[in-house]
């Protein structure tokens, strides 16, 4: 079955770093597009990046471009997120989402989330 595992999660101070994983099993990493997705307190879930089966695509919400980093490592069935530059409003739990092949209104489907990693930026 599919598992997706992630870890890295912690208090980190503003301005500082903090580099998330996810370890997948149970399907063909290398055959699907891969998402982070966040929610903060209180709040609905908010998409933070994507990329393709190779890694050559990355795409990015606006609030998180030029300080967050997605990359995978097939070989290894690991998906991360370099988070840098690292502000109060980014205190969420984060997400590893694995999209399907199912095509919908734009976007390929959602279909199995990690538990979530908790990130805490607070001084």
């Known amino acids: 079955q599919v598992q997706l595992a992630e870890s890295g999660g912690g208090l980190v101070q503003p301005g500082g770093s903090l580099r998330l994983s996810c370890a997948a099993s149970?399907?063909?990493?290398?055959?699907?597009?891969m998402s982070w997705v966040r929610q903060a307190p209180g709040k609905g879930l908010e998409w933070v990046s994507d990329i393709n089966t190779g890694g050559g695509s990355t795409y990015y919400a606006d609030s998180v471009k030029g300080r967050f980093t997605i990359s995978r490592d097939n070989a290894k069935n690991t998906l991360y997120l370099e988070m840098s530059s690292l502000k109060p409003e980014d205190t969420a739990v984060y997400y590893c989402?694995?999209?399907?092949?199912?095509?919908?209104?734009?976007?390929?489907?959602?279909?199995?989330w990690g538990q979530g990693t908790q990130v805490t930026v607070s001084s």
């Open positions: 149970g399907f063909t990493f290398s055959g699907y597009i």
């Open positions: 989402v694995k999209r399907s092949h199912l095509y919908l209104s734009g976007h390929y489907v959602l279909d199995y």
